[in-house]
Nanobody
């Protein structure tokens, strides 16, 4: 009963920036944890960044210092600001929400391609 819609992906040159958005709708509690994951072809899906209902954040070492996760609870939206992008950041980026009873909800993904 929860839908997540990602947006903001696209093609960007190395060193460039993108901001991803994930808007949640449906039966959502006022406090929930959300995160961004990514998956490149032939690779496992990996955690990029997460943010708790209270605003605590955690980042993968590979993106620390370059990416910033944030949330706007009034808009039920989580963002991922990606700076200094590298070709190895190329992947499909997915938004995840953890709701009641530890149920996981996933967005459809948005493609990020970093190439010159």
């Amino acid at each position: 009963q929860v839908q997540l819609v990602e947006s903001g992906g696209g093609l960007v040159q190395p060193g460039g920036s993108l901001r991803l958005s994930c808007a949640a709708s449906g039966s959502i509690s006022s406090m929930y944890a959300m995160g961004w994951y990514r998956q490149a072809p032939g690779k496992q899906r990996e955690l990029v960044a997460r943010i708790t209902s209270l605003g605590s954040t955690n980042y993968a070492d590979s993106v620390k210092g370059r990416f910033t996760i944030s949330r706007d609870n009034a808009k039920n939206t989580v963002y991922l600001q990606m700076n200094s992008l590298k070709p190895e950041d190329t992947a499909v980026y997915y938004c995840k929400l953890v709701g009641s009873y530890s149920l996981e909800y996933w967005g459809q993904g948005t493609q990020v391609t970093v190439s010159s």
